[in-house]
């Protein structure tokens, strides 16, 4: 039964490592065989490693998680680099530790933990135990979450990096020292406790930098914000100069028809019957009407077509203000695609769907774009526009406010045509 206690053992090591990669590196979604095939090749590799006894190769199993954190990794190359550091380091770390006290314990040497008897059953039992203890603990955090910049990433990496050669120095030494050496067991310990702080400190600054980022966006959409409310003014100007038009009209083609001439009724209704000063929106929001005649007016002197499909609006799916801004950031990234095509494109057009099914609220928006023009920065979307920091934000606060209230969006390019995916839940 032995061999069967070690490969179980080996199996259970695995799938600690296929937890941690899963809760830590942000890993696309995937079907759940993956970690499994993940879960049975580390458990070959460590295997094959057993049966070479040679200790100082375990962490070539290691390579294992990191190649598949980096296949379906979803951040930043140096935040996966950095949680498998991590596991390697928990590993190391561990085996030093628990086969010091138990030699310290039972005076037995380290050959005799390698050997088939109950020495090497409470050294697995408690190495085991305590890398459960360490993943469990250190993969649970907080959320998944890598924002520090690359600069500040490489510091923590080479940090760990650094505690990780001594951690490994000090299973060196266990492993070829026969006699007690309690110092390497204190040295691990401190290497552990340095490496726990480490992550504690480099998931401190991540939330800093996640503070930070959303006051920049609170700023931003403040300004924003402003933005909308002084078009609104200028909507509410025009609606005034609208209505002293019409009555102007209306008291010309009163005039008229007291003249009483033959072409008198003619003339008072092709006086009447022209609509174009009047506003085109009326979706059941005085703001969403504002915005889009405001955006409109901006198609119309660039030469965008716009195609609008309306639904009711006298409910919103989010509060008023954060509907109108992320519907304006929407309608601006779509003008600014279009803006970016070559002089003489055919196409210029920008459509924009509200529908509601049931309790889902549907947003699309397609714009034509010239696909050389898309900057991306990971997942990330750039602006080109000649202010970064002010219009910079678009895509991400669009996703900020649809997450916040528990929806999905999703950014699609196909061809020359970008398109923006937006579902909402609707409260009855």
């Not at 609170?218 to 909308?228: D, G, S, Y």
């Not at 019957?273 to 009407?289: H, P, Q, S």
């Amino acid at each position: 039964m032995w061999p069967v206690f070690e490969i179980g053992v080996n199996l259970f090591q695995a799938s600690l490592m296929a937890y941690f990669v899963n809760k830590r590196c942000n890993l696309r979604n995937h079907p759940v065989w993956y970690d499994i095939a993940l879960a049975m090749t580390i458990t070959l590799a460590i295997c094959g490693t057993n049966a070479l006894q040679s200790p100082l190769l375990d962490n070539a199993v290691l390579l294992i998680p990191l190649v598949y954190s980096l296949w379906l990794r979803q951040t930043k190359i140096l935040a996966s680099v950095f949680w498998c550091v991590v596991l390697c380091f928990i590993f190391t770390v561990d085996a030093t530790i628990t086969s010091g006290a138990i030699t310290l314990l039972t005076n037995s040497s380290w050959e005799d933990m390698l050997r088939q008897n109950d020495v090497r059953v409470l050294y697995i039992i408690s190495a085991n135990l305590m890398h459960t203890l360490l993943i469990a603990g250190l993969g649970n955090l907080g959320p998944r979450r890598h924002i520090l910049s690359a600069g500040i990433t490489i510091c923590f990496l080479l940090s760990l990096l650094i505690q990780f050669v001594v951690a490994a120095c000090f299973f060196s030494i266990r492993v070829s020292v026969s006699e007690i050496t309690p110092t390497v067991t204190y040295g691990s310990i401190g290497a552990l406790a340095a490496m726990i702080l480490t992550v504690l400190f480099y998931e401190m600054m991540i939330r800093q930098a996640e503070k930070q980022r959303r006051l920049e966006l609170e700023a931003q959409t403040v300004l924003l914000a402003e933005n909308h409310q002084e078009e609104i003014r200028s909507i509410y100007s025009n609606m005034l100069s609208t209505q002293h038009d019409l009555r102007h009209r209306i008291t010309v083609a009163e005039k008229i028809l007291a003249a009483n001439g033959a072409c008198a009724p003619q003339e008072a209704i092709d006086l009447l019957k022209d609509t174009k000063v009047l506003n085109e929106y009326i979706t059941g929001n005085v703001a969403m009407d504002a915005i889009l005649a405001s955006k409109t007016a901006v198609m119309q002197e660039a030469g965008i077509r716009f195609d609008f499909y309306p639904v009711p609006l006298n409910k919103l799916p989010l509060p008023e203000r954060q509907f109108i801004v992320m519907i304006s950031n929407i309608l601006d990234n779509a003008i600014e695609g279009v803006m970016r095509l070559p002089a003489g494109s055919a196409s210029k057009e920008i459509k924009l769907l509200l529908s509601r099914n049931w309790d889902i609220f549907s947003i699309v928006c397609e714009n034509n774009m010239d696909p050389q023009t898309i900057i991306r920065n990971g997942n990330t979307f750039v602006s080109s526009k000649k202010d970064p920091a002010v219009h910079g934000y678009g895509t991400r606060n669009i996703r900020k406010i649809v997450e916040d209230a528990g929806g999905l969006v999703d950014y699609v390019i196909e061809g020359q045509t970008f398109t923006v995916k937006i579902l909402l839940p609707m409260e009855e």
